[in-house]
T-cell receptor, first 115, second 114 residues
Framework: GAGVSQSPSNKVTEKGKDVELRCDPI?????LYWYRQSLGQGLEFLIY????????KSGLPSDRFSAERTGGSVSTLTIQRTQQEDSAVYLC?????????????FGEGSRLTVL | KQEVTQIPAALSVPEGENLVLNCSFT??????LQWFRQDPGKGLTSLLL?????REQTSGRLNASLDKSSGRSTLYIAASQPGDSATYLC?????????????FGKGTKLTVNP
């Protein structure tokens, strides 16, 4: 696609429910990142996928968080048993790892509210 | 551990003023530095990207400089307009072979008053 697409744009859920957030990166981009942005905070790294390499999961805050990337394209971030502190904007970004610039492109984000 | 700091956290200026936003980072081993703009409720839009070998990049009224050895970058906005009001973030990407995690500053919230 022309840009990074994320869905849903907004999600309101009840505490304890599971949620799935989807990211469709720019076609051909080999690297994909998930970041979290909480109110008034900076961007917090969650996970990084690069091609067929093992993902860098070092930023996932707990074992309730997981992510996968199928076929080297679409990625899904899953949060199990959501807590109120999970409320944030979840941003996905992709880049063409082999490009000379390494420019990162972001989606519009998925705003998660846990009641 | 790489840390990125942006000063000031917020800035309010009258329309037409030239301004400078600052970004500093603690580890000079970077691959590139990227400046982004974020409007309220939106994602990040890339403004300028400077490779570690470059000193500056320009796009329209924006000019970003990089002094890698001192761990600093500035974003210069000329003749500011109300439409420039947004939060500006800088991010550094570590050298290849190291961590691929981009490290972001917390941003500078700019308000340009008409």
């Amino acid at each position: 696609g022309a840009g990074v697409s994320q869905s849903p744009s907004n999600k309101v859920t009840e505490k304890g429910k599971d949620v799935e957030l989807r990211c469709d990166p720019i076609s051909g981009h080999t690297a994909l990142y998930w970041y979290r942005q909480s109110l008034g905070q900076g961007l917090e790294f969650l996970i990084y996928f690069q091609g067929n390499s093992a993902p860098d999961k070092s930023g996932l805050p707990s074992d309730r968080f997981s992510a996968e990337r199928t076929g080297g394209s679409v990625s899904t971030l899953t949060i199990q048993r959501t807590q109120q502190e999970d409320s944030a904007v979840y941003l996905c970004a992709s880049l063409l790892r082999t490009s000379n610039t390494g420019e990162l492109f972001f989606g519009e984000g998925s705003r998660l509210t846990v009641l | 551990k790489q840390e990125v700091t942006q000063i000031p956290a917020a800035l309010s200026v009258p329309e037409g003023e030239n301004l400078v936003l600052n970004c500093s980072f603690t580890d000079s081993a970077i691959y590139n530095l990227q400046w982004f703009r974020q409007d309220p409720g939106k994602g990040l839009t890339s403004l300028l990207l400077i490779q570690s070998s470059q000193r500056e990049q320009t796009s329209g009224r924006l000019n970003a400089s990089l002094d890698k050895s001192s761990g600093r970058s500035t974003l210069y906005i000329a003749a500011s307009q109300p439409g420039d009001s947004a939060t500006y973030l800088c991010a550094v990407r570590p050298d290849q072979g190291g961590s691929e995690k981009l490290v972001f500053g917390k941003g500078t919230k700019l308000t340009v008053n008409p």
